[in-house]
């Protein structure tokens, strides 16, 4: 594609589900990055992956959190046991190498109830 | 940790006004982002620096990197409505790949 993508774009989930967010990262781009954007506020680093490898997830706020990229393309977020503070935008952003610009994807704005 | 500053969050100002925003950082930088977020929208990447003290310009936009490498300025010459929405500043330590982004400034430009 040409950009980006991530899905669902919405989720509403109940206390205590689990939640799984998609991330289709742009073609050949090695590096892959996990953001949380609360309302007003601006992302914050959860996660970075380059390929495969899972090189920082020193952002993620709790051991419910966990995400992988098996292939080295896509990516899952993983949010267990979903509590009413997840509720935010998780963004998703790839880059061709690590230290260039980042494009990012749409969001899947996720509410917890 | 690092952290990255943008004060005010929010400025309005008139149609055809000037405006600049600052961005701090409380450890020097190896680099900074600045990236637009329109409302409903996702961040879009604006510029790269990475020189102590440079400046680049996109049309209507000047950005600054401060000589310490510790701060960086956006300016804006005779807003427009489409100027609108929320800048963000973000900066990379150099030791991997992750930027801590501002918490963004949000314009808002009186036609």
């Known amino acids: 594609g040409a950009g980006v993508s991530q899905s669902p774009r919405y989720k509403v989930a109940k206390r205590g589900q689990d939640v799984a967010l998609r991330c289709d990262p742009i073609?050949?781009?090695?590096?892959l990055f996990w953001y949380q954007q609360a309302l007003g506020q601006g992302p914050e680093f959860l996660t970075y992956?380059?390929?495969?490898?899972?090189?920082?997830k020193s952002g993620l706020p709790s051991d419910r959190f966990f995400a992988e990229r098996p292939e080295g393309s896509v990516s899952t977020l993983k949010i267990q046991r979903t509590q009413q503070e997840d509720s935010a935008v998780y963004l998703c952003?790839?880059?061709?190498?690590?230290?260039?610009?980042?494009?990012f994807g749409p969001g899947t704005r996720l509410t917890v109830l | 940790g690092q952290q990255v500053m943008q004060i005010p969050q929010y400025q309005h100002v008139q149609e055809g006004e000037d405006f600049t925003t600052y961005c701090n950082s409380s450890?020097?930088?190896?680099?900074i982002q600045w990236y637009k977020q329109r409302p409903g929208g996702h961040p879009v990447f604006l510029i790269q620096?990475?020189?102590?003290?440079e400046v680049k310009k996109q049309k209507r936009l000047t950005f600054q990197f401060g000589e310490a490498k510790k701060n960086s300025s956006l300016h804006i010459t005779a807003t427009q409505t489409t100027d609108v929405g929320t800048y963000f500043c973000?900066?990379?330590?150099?030791?991997?790949?992750?930027?801590?982004f501002g918490k963004g400034i949000t314009l808002s430009v009186r036609p």
């Open positions: 952003a790839s880059t061709l190498d690590h230290y260039n610009e980042q494009f």
């Open positions: 073609s050949g781009h090695v590096s």
């Open positions: 992956f380059q390929n495969e490898a899972q090189l920082d």
């Open positions: 450890t020097t930088l190896s680099n």
């Open positions: 620096l990475v020189k102590s003290g």
């Open positions: 973000a900066g990379g330590d150099g030791a991997n790949s992750k930027l801590t």
